[in-house]
C-alpha cells in the first residue's frame, strides 16, 4: 500500500467534506480503472485507496461498474443502468462520475457533491488544491459572471467575439464541499458557456496548443472561421489540425462544431509539457494564463453557486482545447495578457 497516496486521498475527502456516516459512490469503468489501463487515468489500485480512505472518515463506498460505452454524453448511464438517478442521489459524495450526463445534473439538483479524481499519481501532487487556486478562482468566475462580452486574441490571427449576456461563471479549486457542487481535483479554473450562436470571428490553434481528447500538441496553426457560434471552416496545413477536423465531423452532427465553453487557468504548478508526457491533460486544462477552449456538449450544471454551466449545446461530443499566448478580453477590458500570461484587472488577480 502506497501511504502517500492513501494520505493525499483522504486530505482530497476531506476536502470535499466527506464525513461519517455518508455514502461514497465510486464509478469503477474501464475508462477510469480497469484493463487495459487507459492512460492517464488512476491505476486499478485507486478503488482500493478510494475505499480505505472512506472508511478512515468513518463513510462506507459503494463501488458500480460500468463500461466505458455507457459514459458516453447525454443519457448513456441511464440507458445502460435503469435505476442509477435514484442511486446518485442518494449519495453523498461521487467521484469520477462523467460530467456531461443527465443523470449527474439531476444527482447535484438533489444535493449530491461530486469530485473527479483522474490522472497520473504525479499530477494529483502537482496539480491538488491550494489556496491561491481557490481565490483566483472564485475571484475569477465572480468577475466573469458579470460580465456580458468575451473577446479572444492571439499572433497568430485570432480575434473571436462571444456573448455570454445572462450565463453563470464557474470556477473550479478541487473540492466538492457543498451541496450540488462539482469539481476535479486536479485544479484551477474559470469558466462560462457562452451564449450557443453567439461566436464569431476567427479561432487560431497555435502550435504547442493542446489538443487535450487527441492527447497531443498543435505542430502548425489551424484557422478555424467561426460564424454565428459554429465553425464554418477549417484551414491547415498538417495533421494535427486535420485530426482535429476530423474528430468533430466524426458524429456528422454540427452541434459538434458549435463552443462549448470558454475561460482561463488558474494553477501555477502546472507543467505543459506533462499534458504530452504523462498524458495529463488536466495540465493543459487549469496552468495559470492559458486559455481552455471548448467546442461541444455544454449541458452540465449545478445548484452551487459559482459552478456549473447552464449551456444549451446537447452534441454528441466534447472536444477541449488548451491554448497559451492568448489575450482575454471582458466587456473589452483587458483580464488576461496572453505575451506575459498574466492575469492582469485588479477584480482577477
Known sequence: ?????????????????????????????????????????????????????AESLGARMIGI???????????????????????????????????????????????ARSIMI?????????????EEVRRLSLRGAEFLQSAKKIRMTNKYGTDLTLDKTGRKGSAGYGAADEPGRWDNTECGQVGCAPLEDSANGTLVIAPGDGLIPLGMYATSPTKCTVKD??????????????????FLKKFKDERSLITSHVGWGTNRGADWTAGFTEKSGMDWEVMYGQILFAFGINTYDSPAKLNGLGG?????????????????????ELVLDGEKEELVHPAVK
Open 312 to 332: 444549451k449545446n446537447d452534441a454528441p461530443s466534447h472536444f477541449d482545447i488548451g491554448m497559451r499566448n492568448v489575450s482575454f478580453y471582458l466587456d473589452d
Open 229 to 246: 457560434g459554429k465553425i464554418t471552416e477549417f484551414d491547415s496545413s498538417d495533421g494535427t489540425g486535420k485530426m482535429f477536423e476530423l
Open 1 to 53: 500500500m502506497d501511504h502517500g497516496l492513501l494520505s493525499l486521498i483522504t486530505n482530497l475527502f476531506k476536502l470535499s467534506k466527506l464525513k461519517e456516516n455518508e455514502t461514497l459512490l465510486v464509478f469503477e469503468n474501464p475508462m477510469f480503472s480497469g484493463a487495459p489501463l487507459a492512460e492517464g487515468r488512476p491505476p486499478p489500485y485507486y478503488n482500493q485507496v478510494f475505499q480505505m480512505a
Open 118 to 130: 483522474e490522472g497520473p499519481t504525479s499530477a494529483q501532487w502537482r496539480l491538488g488544491p491550494t
Open 65 to 111: 461498474d460500468i463500461p466505458s460505452g455507457a459514459m458516453k454524453t447525454g443519457t448513456g448511464l441511464e440507458e445502460f443502468f435503469p435505476g442509477i438517478v435514484d442511486i446518485m442521489k442518494k449519495a453523498d459524495l461521487i467521484v469520477n462520475c462523467d460530467l456531461y450526463q443527465t443523470a449527474h445534473n439531476a444527482a447535484l439538483k438533489a444535493g
